[in-house]
């Protein structure tokens, strides 16, 4: 069964940055879609980012467009998001999530494998 592990969250100042990273351990990333979501207390959880397995399309929700990138590398086993220019709304725990097969990026019902999550807090 394929395993997740998200790092690289943390307190940062509104305008800054951070890279969250998403690691797959027992089996390779290679043939999976991957999808970052995040959630707050007592709402749903919300797709932010995906990207092929080939790397080769990716989708953002409108909030994050400009400012968050995605990226992976099938070598390292390794999936990331670039996080620009945070905003204290960004404020959230950030998952990501793994499937083959799938239609709609932003479901979370549509992924099969789930990281524990990495919180990311934007405040000044």
């Known amino acids: 069964q394929l395993r997740l592990v998200e790092s690289g969250g943390g307190l940062v100042q509104p305008g800054g940055s951070l890279r969250l990273s998403c690691a797959a351990s027992?089996?390779?990333?290679?043939?999976?879609?991957i999808g970052w979501f995040r959630q707050t207390p007592g709402k749903e959880r919300e797709g932010v980012s995906s990207i092929s397995s080939s790397g080769g399309s990716t989708n953002y929700a409108d909030s994050v467009k400009g400012r968050f990138t995605i990226s992976r590398d099938n070598a390292k086993n390794t999936v990331y998001l670039q996080m620009n220019n945070l905003e204290p709304e960004d404020t959230a725990v950030y998952y990501c999530?793994?499937?083959?097969?799938?239609?709609?990026?932003?479901?979370?019902?549509?992924?099969?494998?789930w990281g524990p999550g990495t919180q990311v807090t934007v405040s000044s």
């Open positions: 027992r089996f390779s990333l290679g043939g999976y879609t």
């Open positions: 999530a793994a499937h083959m097969y799938g239609s709609f990026w932003y479901a979370p019902y549509e992924y099969d494998y």
